[in-house]
């Protein structure tokens, strides 16, 4: 809650009069400047090591790739703008390399010698450091990293006459970077050692970003590392796990980041990880000195596991709080533990998550059930419709939502904050039910993709709907022997690929067929399938009220085919010889997308 006017009026008497802040960029100016506007007389010096102090680090890749023209637009603020509007003391070239607590000073590294500065309050914002692999000749002048603006105008000159690059790194900064490579016309390969790219999302929607960067022309190589770089005089070649070598003119290092805490370590600042520990307040172990950003450890708010979160947005957040710590104690609201909501655009998709992933769930041993749907951004009848396809992490129990994943070419964002602030503020997957969103065909559905979450989280916790998931079929010998996979979709549907040894009835004669179902169970259940999870819903619902023992795909053949990725081609087959009493039209957009769970 907001304190009252009368405990914001007065400055309390011990407020410091010098705050010195180590690093700028998201945490550290956000602090600075709130902490101007909470008290106009404290001396504010903010040490910069670099030459920008305050600019836009997630518009570096769209500089690379052309789409932000100048140079001066990634430049947020400088400080002779700070110093006009905040008079705000910003020095860049300004490299802290050691804190004496007991003294309270810090010692800089400037362009005119080693001097002292002394604090009443210290912030530490240093951010992070690009992290380097362990590989030989990384110092070849192909070789660079995107973490500056300097970074990305020395990137930017490279690829006006590249014609090859290789990105070491698949996460947020390696995807962004290898599409505007490839929107240049550069032969690019994208290569990440674990199985998939972007590692925070689901296999199921990585997958499907996997593809975009696929049409658009990048080579993902999965489950590869880069054993060696050899330099040589017109490119440098980059040895591959896989046993192949590729040639570049640009080699991008985007195998993620590390807490740069050296230095405040070293003086007694308890870390963790790397990562500077704070407590609610952004305090840290040491007296009089906070910490915000990328270099500070979080909890996360659903499975406890302590981790940096290298986000803007939490970053930006924290520092405002931390100001008003130092400037109102007593006063100032907590910390909140990030949730880690995250988007990326890749090509014509976009990509988003907020909370808990299934990988940080299982690691954390919390039993979860996951929905999938593929519901419409907008009204199916208005023009460009597209399909969400969106994924939550719900308790079993309780349909408490500790995550949710989404990839489309539109309202991707929309849902994924939605269902963030849900998050946020306690909701249970049935809540989402009532929410009351906004509604027009260009905009949305009368039940918008969160409205039917909720519906089918409801119809889970209650017993409604039984699910059964894509990683089921790992084994399909196994599901074939302890069940009957049931396919509801149309004939013209199946012949682009259906689980052998599946049963074809579709879903408008199931009620007329049921002796047939029956026949083929021989007393086992029946796990039913469609395309999207929507047809087989109403089929599982015919087949439990006529005694069956069934439950429906969650997400159907679209979360099947990219669950499975590549190995989808060798499970799904087309049946020899569909039979013509289960032909029948097709099912419009509409028919598949508009009912509720």
């Known amino acids: 809650m907001t304190p009252p006017p009368e ?72 400080p002779q703008r700070l110093e006009e509007s905040l008079n705000l003391d910003v020095r860049t070239h300004h490299d802290v390399t050691g804190l004496d607590p007991e003294s309270r000073t810090v010692t800089v590294e400037t362009p005119d010698g080693t001097i002292e500065i002394n604090y009443d309050a210290l912030v530490l914002s240093p951010g992070a450091t690009a992290a380097t692999p362990p590989l030989p000749e990384l110092d070849s002048p192909r070789v660079h990293t995107l973490r500056t603006v300097p970074d990305a105008v020395t990137l930017r000159e490279i690829a006006e006459d590249a014609r090859s690059a290789v990105v070491l790194g698949a996460g947020f900064i390696g995807v962004e970077t290898a599409e505007v490579l490839a929107h240049r016309a550069i032969t690019t390969t994208l290569v990440e050692y674990g199985p998939q790219v972007l590692p925070p999302l689901d296999s199921e929607h990585a997958w499907l970003v996997s593809g975009e960067l696929r049409r658009l022309g990048v080579d993902v190589r999965t489950d590869t590392a880069a054993l060696r770089v050899l330099a040589g005089e017109g490119s440098d070649t980059v040895e591959l796990s896989d046993g192949s070598s590729l040639d570049a003119d640009l080699i991008v290092l985007a195998t993620g980041v590390r807490p740069d805490t050296g230095v405040f370590e070293a003086a007694g600042v308890a870390c963790e990880r790397g990562a500077i520990v704070t407590d609610e307040h952004g305090r840290t172990s040491l007296p009089q000195v906070w910490a915000v950003g990328d270099a500070t450890i979080s909890t996360d708010p659903v499975t406890g596991a302590r981790r940096p979160v290298a986000l803007a947005g939490p970053a930006n957040r924290a520092g405002r709080q931390v100001a008003d710590d130092i400037m109102r104690p007593g006063t100032a609201r907590a910390l909140p533990s990030p949730a880690g909501t995250a988007i990326v655009r890749v090509g014509a998709l976009t990509a988003a998550m907020t909370g808990a992933n299934r990988r940080a769930l299982i690691d954390a041993g919390i039993d ?96 409604t709907v039984t699910l059964w998931y894509a990683d089921d079929l790992v084994d399909p010998d ?110 419009s957009r509409k028919d598949e997308h508009h009912d509720d769970h």
Do not use: W
């Open 7 to 78: 405990s914001r009026a007065p400055l309390p008497p011990d407020t410091p009069s010098r705050l010195v802040i180590v690093g700028g960029v998201a945490g550290g100016m956000s602090c600075a400047a709130r902490a101007r506007r909470l008290n106009d007389n404290a001396e504010i010096i903010v040490l910069e090591r670099g030459e920008h102090v305050s600019f836009a680090n997630c518009g570096l890749p769209y500089y690379v790739g052309g789409e932000i023209e100048h140079r001066e637009a990634l430049l947020v603020q400088t």
């Open 368 to 463: 979860a059930r996951t929905l999938h749907l593929h519901p419409n951004q907008h009204a199916g009848y208005f023009p460009g419709a597209e399909q969400v396809h969106l994924s939550l992490h719900i308790d079993p129990a309780d349909g408490r939502i500790f995550g949710a994943q989404a990839v489309g070419a539109d309202g991707v964002d929309k849902r994924i904050d939605v269902l963030a602030t849900a998050i946020r503020a306690g909701l249970h997957v049935d809540d989402l039910i009532d929410l009351d969103l906004a509604y027009a065909p260009p905009y949305g559905q009368a039940k918008d993709p969160v409205n039917l979450a909720g519906m089918l989280g409801a119809n889970v916790l209650d017993g």
């Open 478 to 587: 196994e599901v074939r022997q302890s069940s009957l996979v049931l396919d509801v979709r149309t004939a013209d549907e199946i012949a682009t690929g259906m689980v052998p040894g599946a049963l074809h009835i579709p879903h408008t004669e199931l009620r007329g067929r049921l002796d047939e179902v029956r026949d083929e169970t021989a007393g086992r259940p029946v796990r039913v399938m469609c395309a999207s999870g929507v047809r087989s819903a109403l089929a599982h619902r015919i087949l439990a009220q006529a005694g069956f023992d069934s439950a429906t795909l969650s997400g159907g053949m679209l979360t099947l085919r990219a669950t499975l990725g590549d190995k989808a081609g060798e499970l799904l087959q087309a049946p020899a010889d569909p039979t013509p009493r289960n032909r029948y039209t097709a099912p």
